[in-house]
């Protein structure tokens, strides 16, 4: 009797092994996802594009130009600047200069319409090439 029984038991674990092994996915077909269901959707990655970047690069280039110019506006003191000398106001600009001209020759062509106390050609600070322009600062 206890035989039988044990063998019941073991055809019983063989059935029930059985048939679901078989059986596979289907039955769980069901709970699948459907197509248009958002919780299960792959995941979207944002690409930023072309002129979306270049916009993003120039918005960022103007704010860190707009932050240095109010830093260079915080320092700017025009009355210890050792590169200003007399009033802005009575300096004549000459352009257009010839690159040959010299300073010499810029004092003797306005000596003739009074004294000048300094004559000045601007140059790049960095390369030393004239600009082809000069001040004149008048007594």
Same mark, same amino acid.
């Given at each position: 009797?206890?035989?039988?029984?044990?063998?019941?038991?073991?055809?019983?674990?063989?059935?029930?092994?059985?048939?679901?092994?078989?059986?596979?996915?289907?039955? &769980? /077909?069901? $709970?699948?996802?459907?197509?248009?269901?958002?919780?299960?959707?792959?995941?979207?990655? +944002?690409?930023?594009? @072309?002129?979306?970047?270049?916009?993003?690069?120039?918005?960022?280039?103007?704010?860190?130009?707009?932050?240095?110019?109010?830093?260079?506006?915080?320092?700017?003191?025009?009355?210890?600047?050792?590169?200003?000398?007399?009033?802005?106001?009575?300096?004549? &600009? /000459?352009? $257009?200069?010839?690159?040959?001209?010299?300073?010499?020759?810029?004092?003797?062509?306005? +000596?003739?319409?009074? @004294?000048?106390?300094?004559?000045?050609?601007?140059?790049?600070?960095?390369?030393?090439?004239?600009?082809?322009?000069?001040?004149?600062?008048?007594?």
């Amino acid at each position: 009797m206890q035989k039988k029984k044990i063998i019941l038991f073991w055809i019983f674990i063989l059935a029930f092994v059985i048939f679901y092994s078989f059986s596979g996915m289907g039955q &769980f /077909v069901s $709970r699948f996802a459907e197509p248009g269901d958002p919780e299960y959707a792959p995941p979207v990655q +944002e690409a930023e594009t @072309p002129s979306q970047r270049r916009a993003r690069i120039h918005k960022l280039r103007l704010e860190k130009g707009a932050e240095k110019a109010a830093e260079e506006l915080q320092k700017y003191d025009p009355n210890n600047d050792p590169n200003i000398s007399g009033d802005p106001y009575k300096t004549l &600009f /000459v352009a $257009r200069l010839n690159y040959e001209t010299t300073e010499s020759r810029i004092k003797r062509e306005f +000596e003739s319409y009074g @004294p000048i106390k300094r004559v000045g050609i601007f140059e790049y600070a960095q390369a030393g090439l004239v600009r082809g322009c000069s001040g004149v600062l008048p007594f």
